[in-house]
């Protein structure tokens, strides 16, 4: 089928998980009278935000098939409120976590793009804590960028950056496509250490679909292999594009994206 254009997107609504944090803001498409398919969930890359090329797809997706869907941005990403110093991979997904709960109902299938990826492996651990894996459909990642922090973001840094890291608590670096520096913080790399997932078999007691681009320059096509081995006893599909680029965002990319959704919907249901 075709996806048709999303129409113009309403103003932002707020959510504010508890009174002491910030605002998250929100995009939430109800589901179409009748229907019977999973709702979708899109969680954002690092400094991503919910009104990207592939986000504004899957809403355009969840329109033709009359599904819902839950799209927001992480504090201090995005229209979202708070202080990026702040940010961390685990405050991240208790926001991801808690609109989850709140804003959605039934089973979802959950879209991950990068950092979002690995948001979404955190989401389905929680969500098992809770006896509440029933309500994932499944995961599709996209470039899953999981542990990043540690395996693929320090060790590119000179060894003067980390001390200053260390020593100093941040260091602040430009970002090139924004025109603007923000601060990488010793807070977000000892708090991805603490949320890393490599360190044993990972469970998300749903099917996974995983898409990843073999000319990826910033999630190198063998850490998602490495994700893909360390999914054991969940079903897994990896669909490698060898031209495809991390932001995976061509129209060919897309369609890659709209089939693994569909597979998703198509997996038998119920896992232990």
Known sequence: MSVIESQTLPPAAFFQPAPDQPRLATLVRPAREGNTL????????FRSDMRGVKAS???????????????FDYSSHGESDGDFAHGSIGHWASEALALFRTLTRGPQVV?????GGWIA??????LARLYESDRLAGLVLIAPAVDFTQELMWPKLPLAVREEIELHGS????APEFGESYP???RLF????????FGGEIRTHCPVDIIQGMADLDVPWAHAMKLFEHLASDPATLT????GEHRLSRPQDLTALQKAIERIDAYPKKFP
């Open 240 to 243: 490698l594009i060898k031209d």
């Open 121 to 126: 492996l955190l989401l389905a651990r929680d």
């Open 190 to 197: 000892d708090d991805g250490r603490a949320n890393a997932l």
């Open 38 to 45: 999973p709702g979708l969930v899109w969680l954002n890359g």
């Open 57 to 71: 797809f899957v809403d355009a997706l969840a329109g033709a098939q009359g599904r819902s869907l839950l799209r």
């Open 171 to 174: 260091w602040h670096t430009l």
């Open 184 to 186: 990488l913080t010793r």
């Open 111 to 115: 879209v991950g793009s990068s950092m």
